[in-house]
Nanobody
Framework: QVQLVESGGGLVQAGGSLRLSCAAS????????MGWYRQAPGKQRELVAV???????NYADSVKGRFTISRDNAKNTVYLQMNSLKPEDTAVYYC???????????????WGQGTQVTVSS
């Protein structure tokens, strides 16, 4: 099994910064894409940013220029640096990882438990 544990959420004023971390552990042979998604109350879960094993990234338009995703492959960890936060960034942020657990096995997607980010105006 694979576990994803997020940390770094909290309450911050508009314009402030937070850094989220997500560490993957368990039966891991390799990790392909890692990413962050968020879900605000009454809304669907949406992509925030993803990063491939080679470092290629993709961001939602709403966070481009403010958020930066990065990963440490040696630590199986993905980060999300969030700057210039806005009240509309308030949501539960979920970490995701596409993991190959054994050699030559198909990859599976895993999710973290979520961490709350609240931005006050």
């Amino acid at each position: 099994q694979v576990q994803l544990v997020e940390s770094g959420g909290g309450l911050v004023q508009a314009g402030g910064s937070l850094r989220l971390s997500c560490a993957a552990s368990g039966s891991i042979f390799s990790i392909n894409v890692m990413g962050w998604y968020r879900q605000a109350p009454g809304k669907q879960r949406e992509l925030v940013a993803v990063i491939g094993s080679g470092g290629n990234t993709n961001y939602a338009d709403s966070v481009k220029g403010r958020f930066t995703i990065s990963r440490d492959n040696a630590k199986n960890t993905v980060y999300l640096q969030m700057n210039s936060l806005k009240p509309e960034d308030t949501a539960v942020y979920y970490c995701s990882a596409r993991v190959v657990t054994y050699y030559n096995h198909p990859s599976q997607n895993y999710w973290g438990q979520g961490t709350q980010v609240t931005v006050s105006s």
